[in-house]
């Protein structure tokens, strides 16, 4: 199997180079026929790297422990759950998955593309995407083998590291990648308009979905990363602001600000310069997160260890800027030509504008503060860590802003918008923004912070509401219906518009619940014996003692908390310690916790320690409204299917006339 799974990788290797030659030759001579050739080899790549996805998936399936990578982290007794999740968790089983993923999406869009007419900038986009691809085979290749054999073939692997056994970690992984990965496709559309000296807005409008999707599958990355660190790390939160998941918000935030100029280009025909630059800053920083998580030169938990495989990233990097920014230069004058100006500082475009500076000081801190130790060490010699007291501190009050302008935006028009205008449609929100108070001192937020985000998040959700009403009305007054059906005709026919919407507000559900757990987080560590009660809060905690359990691949102790409220009986919760049996994954227990999840808070259990006795030590965290991080997520995903869903041209021209009625009708206030 091994030998098989390298001569696919081999052979994979050759054709992609082969693929890459016949699209510069295709270009270099005009000669589509060669192309053509290029788009068949991206088909047989796509075969060479499914079978070897294929074999290092059978070989955990099949327990072949004559290949390293299986022995590394799977086991005989290891349920077929995990052994699937084997594939990405080390270094060379997770290279193989994002490489075969580049040539999936490679083929898929030579599939859409490639027969349709008119289709002139194939071979530019992908002379980077297989560009993208001889590298990771060339990794794959000469560098992080994932069929290298071992020397003696070992009865049982050495299993899964146990944080790893956990379900956040299926899908955590795989959803990165699905983000990252997805950027390559607009970085390689924007490259080829770069190279055929084109200024349009093209290349945006084919990859629309791409980003969309792309940025829907990091953000759903993210949040499995912090859904899996909250329920086996064991220390009650969900972010860290660790370098490895500081390296996965970066393109984040650029990929949000990207997603928002280029409605300004579409529009106005402004930023693409600006917008170029966005693309290229959120493809590198996934490269460079890459960097960060497999070099090991920044300490984190989350990362592979040390390894070289980082710095050959950081060379790809290098190439990257060089070559991006390069063809950016060649084309400045051409870019800056019929690039049209802000007209006024309170229009869409302008919030549009504050918005990506908002971002792009968010991604600055975030990068500063996660590469400080690097520069500290370079500087003085001594590598000195910034902690989460830095982002905690820089980094609030400029989501605080963000989600202000996220409550403006839909109030202002293209173009400009008057003075006037804006305060007449800021009385209501502004209204509840005061009388929400009150109400928020009365439930006990008498810390700024918290409370600022609260009452904004309302104010994001007034004018959502009233953009909802307001456009119900202009198909009210076209269409000649009620205004429900009415609203519901408008939602549903202008998917982007209102499923951006949707978006919004799913993000304030989220940031809602990144609040309550951030500043409202009650922790308190108790000494318990059997039948002993304790009160935390709105509950009472009754300790009934510890329980032994023995499973095929550990042995565990789990303490049992009985859990009522005013109303009684709420459920019974089960802290554990785990000793796994293997010798490679024994080196300490491994702290399970428990959670009772409500809609208002999360009850959250860590068992600490235990003495004969059965006395124990749990540690209990409260933490207020988390559980609309998830529900928001959720919301998240709902409104970006429903941005991308396929309409007709003439929804779509629908859509445009709305926003123009909208406008005109804020110009006349």
């Known amino acids: ?10 052979f994979s290797l050759l054709v992609s180079v082969f693929t890459l030659a016949a699209n510069a030759a295709g270009i270099w001579k005009k000669d589509w026929r060669l192309v053509e050739v290029g788009f068949r080899g991206v088909y047989v790549n796509l075969l060479f790297m499914s079978i070897a996805v294929g074999l290092l998936l059978n070989a955990f399936l099949t327990d072949d422990f004559s290949i390293q990578y299986v022995v590394s982290y799977s086991e005989k007794s290891l349920p077929v759950f995990y052994k699937i999740t084997g594939l990405w ?22 599939a859409r593309d490639g027969k349709r007419p008119g289709a002139t900038y194939m071979p530019y986009v992908l002379l980077f995407l297989n560009g993208t691809i001889v590298f990771f085979l060339i990794l794959l290749n000469f560098v992080t083998m994932p069929f290298e054999l071992i020397a003696r073939v070992p009865v049982d692997g050495n299993g899964l590291n146990p944080l790893l056994q956990n379900p956040g970690m299926v899908f955590h992984p795989p959803t990165l990648y699905l983000g990252y990965v997805g950027f390559t496709i607009p970085f390689s559309f924007a490259m080829a308009a770069l190279m055929m000296g084109e200024e349009g807005d093209w290349w ?30 064991g220390w009650g939160g969900v972010w860290g602001w660790d370098p490895v998941e500081n390296s996965s918000i970066m393109p984040w935030f650029t990929a949000t600000a990207f997603l928002h100029s280029v409605m300004i280009q579409e529009r ?16 590198s920083l996934s490269i460079f997160g890459t960097f960060i998580t497999r070099s090991g030169i920044i300490a984190s938990v989350h990362s592979f260890g040390q390894s070289s495989v980082g710095f050959v990233f950081l060379g790809f990097l290098a190439v990257i800027l060089a070559v991006s920014f390069y063809l950016v230069a060649t084309r400045y004058n051409m870019l800056r030509e019929h690039n049209p100006r802000v007209d006024s500082l309170i229009s869409k475009e302008s919030s549009f504008l504050y918005n990506n500076i908002i971002l792009m000081g968010l991604c600055f801190a975030t990068f500063w503060g996660t590469v400080f130790p690097l520069v500290s060490e370079a500087v003085k010699g001594v590598k000195i860590s910034v902690g989460p007291p830095f982002f905690n501190t820089v980094n609030p009050p400029l989501f605080l802003l963000l989600i202000a302008l996220m409550a403006l935006c839909p109030l202002l028009g293209w173009r400009s918008t008057s003075i006037r205008s804006v305060m007449r449609n800021l009385v209501l929100p502004l209204s509840a923004m005061a009388l929400s108070v009150p109400v928020l001192l009365f439930l006990g937020v008498t810390r700024f912070m918290p409370m600022f985000f609260y009452a904004f998040s309302l104010f994001v959700v007034i004018s959502v509401g009233r953009e909802l009403y307001q456009g119900a009305r202009v198909s009210v007054k076209n269409a000649e219906s009620g205004l429900l059906r009415a609203l519901a005709r408008h939602a549903v026919k202008n998917g982007r518009r209102y499923g951006g919407f949707l978006v919004h507000v799913g993000m304030i559900m989220l940031v809602v619940g990144l609040a309550g757990y951030g500043y409202h987080q009650f922790k308190e560590d108790f000494n318990l014996r059997p039948g002993e009660t304790v009160k935390v809060g709105k509950y009472s905690l009754v300790y009934k003692g510890l329980h032994g359990d023995k499973e095929k691949t550990y042995d565990s102790v789990e303490a049992v908390v009985e859990v009522y409220d005013a109303s009684g009986f709420v459920g019974v919760l089960k802290p554990s310690k785990r000793f796994y049996t293997k010798k490679a994954t024994k080196a300490e227990p491994s702290t399970e916790v428990a959670i009772l999840q409500r809609l208002k808070e999360d009850v959250y259990l860590i068992l600490a320690g235990w003495e004969q006795d059965e006395s124990a030590s749990i540690t209990v965290i409260v933490n207020p409204l988390l559980m609309w991080v998830w529900i928001g997520t959720g919301v998240i995903v709902l409104g970006i299917l429903w941005c991308v869903l396929p309409r007709r041209r003439r929804d779509t021209e629908l859509d445009t006339l709305t926003l123009d009625l909208l406008n005109l009708a804020r110009e006349k206030q």
């Open 89 to 110: 968790a080390g270094q060379e089983g997770s290279l193989l998955f994002w490489g075969w993923l580049v040539v999936l999406y490679t083929a898929i869009i030579v």
């Open 1 to 10: 199997m091994s030998e098989l799974g390298n001569a696919s990788l081999i």
């Open 204 to 233: 945006i409008k084919k990859t629309r979905a791409w980003t969309l999707f792309s940025w829907m599958f990091l953000t759903l990355g993210i949040v499995f990363g912090g859904w899996w660190a909250y329920r086996e790390l």
């Open 268 to 283: 106005r025909g402004m930023l693409k310069i600006w917008n170029l630059t966005l693309i290229i800053l959120t493809f």
